[in-house]
């Protein structure tokens, strides 16, 4: 072959076997596909997708769920146990296939997080899944579920209070904006309970890392969720978008190895903007040698150069929005001020 000719086509063929690999290793992008709004007198099917539930957290679900005008179907398997999870992965399995598929439910609930979402995610049914769009609602470990299906199938879900979660007015008023009474350029404000808790609790005060706004898709949840989904086909793409993140219960250092991984395996740099909720329980001990949570956050976020807003009203606390995955929003990092630009339901 001339070497001239040889040479116009080798660039073209490289870039053509690039894609291929992105299509391969990512997947083709899914279109976005929005469930169906929730409504008074609706039948949300829950269920327990990570760990076991006792009897005392499943009265609270239920009444939580029947307090917003909801009618309650209870999973097959919602009161198994395996060890630390919610019963085998099976029976997990069989009943999240079997509220997607169940004509009589119009959303379903995760219970509680916990642990074992992510041992799911290579044996859902995601044909059966986009047959059957439904809202799927939940937090925390259910991150996992929440994600895999958005990478999987296109279809929006809910990071918001599990059933047994504290539905203070904050968090009420948040799920029926968001579910129920959907509308465009919804404004979510800060939590003014969260604000008086940051006189009293340093976590709780909100910091403007790095400023500016922010434009993008949102995608996100528990850091500890997010950091093992890298290199897996589930992990979000994150160009472009606007990352939200939330942790509870680990130690400065360990914050600091999971956002580590996740600058080198996302990257974090390509994110539109960087939204952090309330790290509860994540400040270093008295005496010990570590960084402050905030100079964590700080030295691995803040020469990003893009927006990070620490301190929404996100995560482990009772005072939690509700945001959905994969719907354009707008984050103001001077502010902490989120807007949904676009409704997360038909």
Not at 35 to 57: A, M, N, Q, V
Not at 233 to 238: E, G, S, W
């Amino acid at each position: 072959m001339n070497r001239r000719k040889f040479s116009k086509i080798l660039p073209s063929a490289l870039l053509g076997s690039s894609y291929l690999a992105r299509e391969v290793a990512y997947g083709k992008r899914k279109k976005t596909i929005k469930p169906k709004r929730l409504k008074k007198g609706d039948t949300i099917g829950l269920i327990t997708p990570g760990s076991y539930i006792d009897e005392e957290g499943l009265e609270k679900a239920v009444n939580n769920l029947e307090g917003l005008g909801f009618q309650v179907k209870l999973a097959k398997n919602i009161r198994a146990e395996r060890g630390f999870t919610a019963g085998t992965d099976a029976e997990r399995i069989i009943d999240l296939h079997s509220m997607f598929s169940d004509k009589q439910v119009a959303g379903i609930w995760c219970a509680r997080g916990g642990y074992g979402c992510g041992r799911l995610l290579p044996k859902i049914n995601y044909k059966l899944i986009k047959r059957n769009p439904k809202v799927l609602i939940g937090f925390s470990d259910i991150t996992a579920l929440l994600q895999g299906i958005y990478k999987e199938t296109g279809l929006v879900g809910f990071h918001g209070p599990v059933g047994s979660s504290d539905f203070t007015d904050y968090t009420k008023a948040y799920l029926t904006k968001v579910l129920m009474t959907p509308q465009d350029n919804l404004t979510i404000a800060l939590s003014n309970e969260n604000e008086a808790l940051a006189q009293t609790e340093k976590v709780y005060q909100t910091a403007t890392i790095r400023g500016g706004i922010a434009t993008g898709k949102l995608v996100g949840g528990n850091l500890s969720l997010l950091a093992p989904l890298a290199g897996t086909k589930y992990q979000p793409d994150i160009k472009g978008k606007l990352l939200f993140m939330e942790e509870i219960g680990e130690a400065p250092y360990r914050i600091d190895r999971m956002l580590t991984q996740l600058r080198q395996s996302y990257p974090l740099k390509a994110a539109a903007g960087i939204i952090l909720g309330v790290f509860r329980g994540c400040e270093m001990k008295e005496g010990s040698r570590s960084l402050s949570l905030m100079d964590t956050l700080k030295d691995r976020l803040g020469d990003l150069n893009i927006p990070v807003f620490y301190g929404a009203s996100i995560g482990h606390i009772s005072n939690n929005m509700t945001l959905p995955i994969g719907v354009k929003a707008q984050l103001n990092a001077d502010t902490g001020e989120i807007v949904l630009l676009e409704k997360g339901v038909i």
